[in-house]
């Protein structure tokens, strides 16, 4: 491709600024659309600006960026123009123009190309006559890709790959969602030393300490959605929503999905409104970025004033494919699947697994419901066989009583 023609060569400065972005990028919230960061660097090395984006529908990195040094230029300057909307489309005034010609942005993914929630911030990039731009990695997602060539064709010099693997790594599921076309899928599972999530008699609170669930509650906040089947919420009747070591509910719920052609009854803990938390509304983490109204299924309640995904979903169907799609499709970027048996096992049968998380408790029952169901294995040649994922964090780790593990297929 074109690109192949440029020097790949970066500064210490542009270097030490695109870890900045990523740094900035990582205070964004999780959700529909990546972590992103954006800086102005100017010819002296200094960084003259930092943004970010802070979930779907709000302003994309670079515009964010672009909004702060015009707001700080324009406080210097005494001149006003500071404002979103009052600029766009225009040319800046000439002090600000020459002010951002001499800058370079870094930003940690490629500008889009495309109208989404927000305009292309390739054009953005332009109209305000930045020169230079340097961005970590390709944006796979289609309609948005597009954004470097748009910028070289507007005669901007554009260079990639600085820290791409860091880039990487900090929207790595948001990368395999976009991939795949179905949410980053992490099975969970509370189980005995010997593979039991219940006993004989069906009770199964339970298995693990209250170490390895607070884990699991840290790990709720930060997902986009929790599915079990309808066995489960029939047997065991549970709430999925994310708690504080209080009990009371986290800020940042993820939707609460249940699968399966049965009936949920009416008053099950599931169906219950999580009220918003000061966050979840509006432009602040919390859960905002989510597609999740106009769902257009009877079965999905988002609680009044909530932006997030913090409803109640349910699938009928069977087809752990279909039901990763239609996720997929409401904004679902990373999925939680807690069971029970039949459901890990569909999940793992269709090969619809990226992680593992299993918490084992040092505990036996003999007897009882096994973790997984069939997964269609007949002979130790087809096994399925998992790798420790040591990315962010131990593989194997003690967690009170239990082990926490981590395993990628
Ligand atoms: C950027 N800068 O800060 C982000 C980008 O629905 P939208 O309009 O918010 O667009 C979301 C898509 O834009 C997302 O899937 C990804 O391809 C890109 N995200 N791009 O230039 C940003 N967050
Ligand atoms: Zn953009």
């Known amino acids: 491709g074109p690109i192949s023609h440029e020097t790949m060569t970066f500064s210490s400065a542009e270097s030490a600024a695109m870890n900045t972005a990523l740094g900035a990028a990582a205070q964004g919230p999780r959700g529909a659309n990546p972590l992103v960061g954006a800086v102005l660097l100017d010819p002296a090395g200094k960084v003259v600006a930092t943004g970010y984006h802070r979930g779907a529908g709000t302003a994309h990195a670079e515009v964010d960026v672009l909004a702060r040094v015009r707001t700080d230029l324009a406080q210097r300057t005494g001149g006003t123009g500071s404002r979103r909307g009052s600029t766009r489309g225009n040319a800046p005034s000439s002090t600000l123009a020459r002010a951002l010609e001499n800058l370079t942005m870094l930003v940690t993914l490629e500008p889009c190309n495309h109208t989404g929630r927000t305009g292309p911030c390739a054009q953005a990039i332009i109209d305000a006559g930045i020169r230079k731009v340097i961005y970590a990695v390709d944006d796979p997602h289609e309609p948005a890709a597009g954004g470097a060539q748009r910028l070289r064709d507007a005669g901007v010099q554009v260079r990639s790959g600085l820290l791409a693997p860091e880039a990487f790594e900090l929207n790595r599921r948001w990368f395999t969602a976009v ?36 884990d699991n509650h840290g790990i709720r906040r930060l997902i986009d959605a929790i599915l079990v089947g309808t066995e489960t919420v029939l047997v065991d009747n549970p709430r999925l929503t994310a708690r504080e070591a209080d009990g009371a509910d986290s800020v940042r719920q993820p939707l609460r999905v249940v699968m399966g052609l049965r009936n949920i009854p009416a008053e099950a803990a599931v169906r219950g409104e999580v009220p918003a938390g000061p966050e979840a509304a509006g432009t602040g983490a919390g859960s905002a970025g989510f597609c999740g109204t106009g769902v257009g299924s009877a079965d999905l309640t988002v609680p009044a004033g909530h932006t997030g995904p913090a409803g109640f979903l349910q699938l009928r169907t069977r087809d752990p494919l279909a039901a990763s799609r239609t996720l997929f499709d409401h904004g679902v970027r990373h999925l939680m699947v807690e069971g029970g048996s039949r459901i890990s096992a569909a999940f793992l049968a269709a090969q619809l697994v990226d992680e593992l998380i299993v918490y084992l408790a040092p505990t036996l029952l003999g007897a009882g419901i096994p973790a997984f169901g069939d997964l269609g294995i007949g002979t130790l040649a087809d096994a399925q066989r998992w790798d420790w994922d040591a990315a962010g964090g131990a593989a194997v780790a003690p967690l009170g009583p239990d082990l926490k593990i981590r395993l990628k297929p």
């Open 179 to 214: 991939r795949d076309d179905r949410p980053f899928t992490t099975l969970h599972l509370a189980q005995t030393l010997d593979g039991r999530i219940a006993a004989a008699d069906g009770s199964s609170q339970w298995i693990t300490s209250a170490a390895a669930r607070a």
